[in-house]
């Protein structure tokens, strides 16, 4: 099956420094890969879709200078969350797609997520 | 807007109990809907899908029905194990499952031999 890897799995920092999460396909092309992000006890709120190659698109309320993201290869997304504060503390996922929208590989799939506790 | 309601947990059942877990939707449009298991230390695995009213997902022994009438799409299992312990979400998309998806808050199954 198809293969998301997230690292790390867990990260603290301090506050005002900056942390990148990587999220990789591991035996596929992922066309579109997104990013999530989940506070306890509630719903996977998607944070931004990205393109390889192009840039992300922010979900509503998202702060794109914030949470920067880049996909630079097919295979590759990175989230960097910048001058992490406290309220940033929070369970981010990832997932992958292969395919098209509409095709028979339009499924996402799904990294073990990252645990970011921001001191 | 779109969203979606489920069950809220902890659920804790014996093995080869009856499981049912409720998902309420909310959408314009006809969406495709999607049950999703998380097992410990693990990323969120598809366990089934419909994309049309009536349609039946099933897999691993699980089943949900897309009941339009009453935007529902229940997760049943009719005999659990306790490798069924997860936590499980319902979840939509207004167009199809590699766009937004759209998902219920969890509910977390523990299953006691």
């Known amino acids: 099956g198809a293969v998301v890897s997230q690292h790390p799995s867990w990260v603290i920092c301090k506050s005002g420094t900056s942390v990148k999460i990587e999220c990789r396909s591991l035996?596929?092309?992922?066309?579109?890969m997104f990013w999530y992000r989940q506070f306890p006890k509630q719903s996977l709120m998607l944070m931004a879709t990205s393109n390889e190659g192009s840039k992300a698109t922010y979900e509503q309320g998202v702060e794109k200078d914030k949470f920067l993201i880049n996909h630079a290869s097919l295979t590759l997304s990175t989230l960097t969350v910048t001058s992490a504060h406290p309220e940033d503390s929070s369970f981010y996922i990832c997932s992958a797609t292969r395919g098209a929208s509409g095709s028979s590989l339009d499924i996402q799939y799904f990294g073990a997520g990252t645990r970011l506790s921001v001191l | 807007g779109n969203s979606v309601t489920q069950m809220e947990g902890p659920v804790t059942l014996s093995e080869e109990a009856f499981l049912t877990i409720n998902c309420t939707y909310t959408?314009?449009?006809?969406?495709?809907l999607f049950w999703y298991v998380q097992y410990p230390g693990e990323g969120l695995q598809l366990l089934l899908k419909a994309t049309k009213a009536d349609d039946k997902g099933s897999n691993k022994g699980f089943e949900a029905t897309y009941r339009k009438e009453t935007t529902s799409f229940h997760l049943e299992k009719g005999s659990v194990q306790v490798s069924d312990s997860a936590v499980y979400f319902c979840?939509?998309?207004?167009?199809?499952?590699?766009?937004?998806?759209?998902f219920g808050s969890g509910t977390r199954l523990s299953i006691r031999p």
């Open positions: 979840a939509l998309s207004p167009y199809s499952s590699a766009s937004k998806i759209i």
């Open positions: 959408a314009t449009g006809y969406p495709s």
């Open positions: 035996d596929f092309q992922a066309t579109t």
